[in-house]
Every structure is written in structure tokens, then in C-alpha cells.
């Protein structure tokens, strides 16, 4: 049994619960700990709310899931039926300040118009407050622009749609398209358009002092892309005993050396942080990848090595693989080999096909599907993921 079902350790709290409605489990991972007053403590989990392929059913809903950080909700994904998924689950859609997209597939872009629209009526205006970032491939700006003109839709809201470029090879030839044409009577704020960089063989999203996001590229019938959203190394501990013997009070001054910032004593002596800074803790690593058969390049396993959490699509079980392939989709065993090659402590399967029920229930057993998985691994942790599932990315400690 997974250690993310075992008895819980102490600290934790691991609660699962059946639906009354007759909707798929809930599971949730609770964790209590006592975070300090550091702007790196932060709380993360991801709630997958639509775990299907190809259509939304009453038992899986289309692809969409959030990271959630510090109460601020990212959403990677957006098929149709996503806002409803958002009022069936314990998230606040209002809270969601960026938008990511994996690629242009109907299941996975059908929800966002309407979720768009949905938050326009429930907002007030706020010229102060910054616009929704929406990332994700070309011509998705023209998708979002064209629905809302076409249907009279005027947003109380800015947002800023910014397109990454894609690259002839992530798709079969025939079914690469240039979108570059779009855009170019647009009158509204553009955002930025990403090329890969040649030398990273990624794009670089964001970046701030916490965090870090980057996308790669995947193969599929269309192209599609994965995202890496990696913390930042917290400062270690500080060695208050060494300070102290160096004849600095607690204070101000522990606050600086904390922040990274060197110190000068009265004496005249430096104190670097380095002296009294343990080691540096390692941030978490989140990598979501969109449908694929594949990866195109090789940043993607550099970018996902070691990722606590590795979302990766199995639509259809070991024994399609061909088929699988064919559509540019991937199986467990081939989220696997690609778990394992990345070293990922934990794999989470989504995107299943309508015939994989949640519980068993459907034409096929998708507990079968968690076993095929789990035999191409070194013992790294697999779970299934089921709609309203929640996840939760406890902090790393400092060795």
C-alpha cells in the first residue's frame, strides 16, 4: 500500500470519504505543521478536478487540476465543465491568478471561456489589481479573444494571454499549423510570445525569489508542452550558539544574515551568512506535463529530475499501447519508464480514458492500471488520480 494511504505519521491527518452523490471519491491529505514566519513556509497541494480524456462524464470530468500555494491558485488546464467542477470542490475560483495551458485539444481549452466569464460576474472591479496571466501555446490568445467577441462577452478584468511558440517536431507534420498570423490585427495587450531557448532547450515563464516556472516540450498529435514549477532553496537554519559566540544578540541583525545580507559587527569583524547558515533546504519540484507519447528534447529530464510530484497522462492501459501511441497518448508503463528516468519520488496517473471508472466501476479495471505502472518502478509511490482529489506537497526538511 502506498505510504500516501498508510496510517498516518503523527502530524498527519489522512481522511477518505465517499461521496453521498454517488460522485467519485474525495480524498484529501492533511498536514498540521508549524510553519515559521518566512516567506518560503508555504503550503502547497494540488487538487486534480477533471481526470478524463476526451469528455467530461458524471464520473471524470474533463482535464483540469490546481496547484494551490499559499491560498493562490494556479490552473493547469481547463476543459469544459471546469467551473463546475471548481463550485463542486473546497477551492475559491477567485483566487486563481494564472492560467496554464498544455495545448489546444478541445478537452482541455472548451472550459475556459465560459470560467472566464463565470469569474467576470462574481468580481468588482480593481484597477490596482494585476491582470490574470494565461500561458500556453500559439493561437490560444485568438481562442480566447475570438469566444468572447463572438458571443458579446466583455470582461470586468484584465488578463494577458502569453503564447509559447512551438517547434515543427512536437507533432506529426501534417498536423503542425502556424498560428503566428493571428495575432497581428490585434488591438488588445498582447502579453509575450516565448521561443524556446536554444541553449536551455525550455521556456522560461516566470521567475521571482521564491519560485521558478519552465516549460518543455511534448510530442503529440498537436503540439503540447509540460510544466516544471520549482521552489527556490529556503536558507538554512541559523546557528544561534555560533552568533551568540561571536558576540551577536538576537536582533535585527539575525533577520539580515537570514535574508542572506552580511553583517559588520562594532569591531569591524564580517559576518558572511555562510558562517552561520546551515545548509540550504531544498524547494519542491511540481512537473505537469499535458498529453504526450513522448518528450522532444532533452531539457525535459533534466527539468523533472527528482520532481516530488511528477502528473503524467495514461490513457489507456499496457495492453493499447499501440494504439496509445497512435494517438499520441501515453499508457502507465510509459509513465513509468519516464517516472523512473526522472527519479520522481511520486507519480500521478490522470487523463484516463472514460472506460477507466474511478473505484472500479467502469469496462475496465483501472486498479490494473496502478499495478502496471508500479512494476516499472523502483518502488516510487503511484497514485491514481480521481476528480476532487487532493494532494498535498509537505515542505522538505534541511538535513
Not at 536558507?235 to 553583517?263: A, F, R
Not at 569583524?269 to 504526450?292: M, Y
Request: net charge neutral; glycine share 8%.
Amino acid at each position: 500500500m502506498s505510504r500516501w494511504f498508510s496510517k498516518p505519521k503523527p502530524k498527519r491527518r489522512f481522511t477518505r470519504r465517499s461521496a453521498s452523490n454517488g460522485f467519485p471519491v474525495e480524498a484529501e491529505i492533511h498536514l498540521k505543521t508549524r510553519w515559521r514566519a518566512d516567506v518560503f513556509k508555504m503550503s502547497m497541494d494540488i487538487t486534480f478536478l477533471g481526470t478524463g480524456s476526451a469528455y467530461p462524464s458524471p464520473t471524470r470530468g474533463a482535464s483540469a487540476l490546481v496547484l494551490r500555494r499559499e491560498g493562490e491558485c494556479w490552473l493547469f488546464d481547463c476543459g469544459e465543465g471546469t467551473q463546475t467542477q471548481f463550485m463542486r470542490s473546497h477551492l475559491r475560483a477567485g483566487r486563481i491568478t494564472k492560467i496554464f495551458i498544455t495545448h489546444l485539444h478541445g478537452d482541455h481549452i472548451f472550459g475556459l471561456p465560459g470560467l472566464l466569464c463565470t469569474l467576470s460576474l462574481q468580481v468588482n472591479p480593481d484597477p490596482s489589481k494585476p491582470p490574470l496571466d494565461i500561458y500556453g501555446p500559439l493561437g490560444l490568445r485568438c481562442f480566447i479573444r475570438k469566444s468572447l467577441e463572438l458571443s458579446h462577452s466583455q470582461l470586468l478584468f484584465p488578463y494577458v494571454v502569453h503564447e509559447l511558440v512551438p517547434t515543427p517536431d512536437q507533432c506529426p507534420a501534417e498536423e503542425f499549423r502556424d498560428f503566428s498570423c493571428l495575432d497581428e490585427v490585434s488591438q488588445v495587450a498582447q502579453g509575450r510570445i516565448l521561443h524556446l531557448d536554444p541553449v536551455e532547450n525550455s521556456y522560461l515563464l516566470l521567475e521571482d525569489e521564491q519560485l521558478v516556472v519552465k516549460a518543455f516540450r511534448l510530442f503529440h498529435r498537436i503540439p503540447s508542452f509540460g510544466f516544471v514549477v520549482e521552489e527556490k532553496p529556503r536558507p538554512g537554519k541559523l546557528n544561534v550558539q555560533k552568533l551568540k559566540d561571536l558576540g551577536v544578540q538576537p536582533g535585527p541583525l539575525y533577520g539580515k544574515l537570514k535574508n542572506g545580507t552580511s553583517i559588520v559587527l562594532e569591531n569591524g569583524v564580517t559576518i558572511s551568512p555562510s558562517d552561520v547558515l546551515e545548509n540550504a533546504i531544498p524547494g519542491r519540484k511540481i512537473c505537469i506535463l499535458g498529453d504526450c507519447s513522448g518528450t522532444v528534447g532533452d531539457a525535459a529530464a533534466k527539468l523533472c529530475y527528482g520532481a516530488d510530484v511528477l502528473v503524467h497522462e495514461a490513457t489507456l492501459d499496457d495492453t493499447q499501447e499501440e494504439k496509445a501511441r497512435e494517438h499520441g497518448h501515453s499508457t502507465p508503463r510509459m509513465a513509468a519508464a519516464w517516472a523512473k528516468r526522472c527519479k520522481a519520488e511520486k507519480l500521478v496517473l490522470t487523463h484516463f480514458s472514460q472506460r477507466y471508472k474511478p473505484g472500479g466501476d467502469g469496462d475496465a479495471d483501472v486498479a490494473e492500471m496502478k499495478r502496471q505502472a508500479e512494476s516499472g518502478l523502483d518502488g516510487q509511490e503511484v497514485t491514481l488520480a480521481e476528480d476532487l482529489m487532493t494532494i498535498e506537497i509537505p515542505m522538505k526538511k534541511g538535513k
